[in-house]
């Protein structure tokens, strides 16, 4: 942690070793640290990856090793606060999309007791449950999230979350049959 922090500080570039958690493989990359944040009990870094040419978020947890390089980066203009506020999750990175979920009544009293997003919208229906609305980058941590509430919530878009959940729930489905 201190070495990167000192690394995003002074811009420098830093060799790490990484094991994804998807790939579990472990990878060995250069990084310009911009930022480190906490989120969720886990610190996570914001960096320009060289391996990938592109901008993504490093949970240090997985970092198997960092070595900070003699070498400095030109500093980016990045603003962490807009960045993390569009996020779900810690993943920072995607496209902004606009997800629409119903949730049944029984469910709504806690949906409605705290804001889970600064763009959450909130519409009541006629059967007394509720509409939610987020604006987020990218879908990468809103299903999880969506997986707590089930079977009291419904994607209604986009079409990919909705066809995610599905196949997710299907694969599900074949662990608890008879």
């Known amino acids: 942690l201190d070495a990167l922090f000192y690394a995003s500080e002074n811009f420098r570039t830093v060799a790490i070793i990484y094991k994804s958690v998807y ?3 472990e990878t060995q990359r250069e990084v310009n640290p911009y930022y480190l944040f906490y989120k969720d009990g886990i610190w996570y870094m914001r960096a320009y990856c060289h391996l990938r040419k592109e901008v993504r978020t490093f949970a240090l947890d997985r970092i198997v090793s960092a070595r900070v390089l003699n070498r400095h980066f030109a500093p980016v203009n990045t603003d962490p606060v807009a960045e993390l506020s569009g996020a779900f999750g810690p993943v920072v990175g995607g496209k902004p999309v606009k ?3 119903r949730f049944d009544a029984e469910i709504t009293p ?6 889970w997003h600064e763009s ?5 229906l006629k059967n007394n449950g509720i509409e939610v609305s987020f604006k987020i980058n990218g879908l990468e941590d809103i299903g999880t999230w969506v997986y707590r509430w089930l079977p009291h919530v419904e994607v ?3 079409k990919k979350l909705k ?3 599905h196949a997710d729930l299907k694969e599900a489905l074949k662990k ?3």
Do not use: A, T
């Open 120 to 124: 959450q919208k909130v519409r009541e």
């Open 110 to 115: 806690f949906i409605v007791r705290k804001k």
């Open 99 to 101: 997800v629409v979920l």
């Open 23 to 25: 790939s579990k493989k």
């Open 156 to 158: 209604v878009s986009p």
């Open 176 to 178: 608890y049959k008879k």
């Open 163 to 165: 066809e995610r959940m």
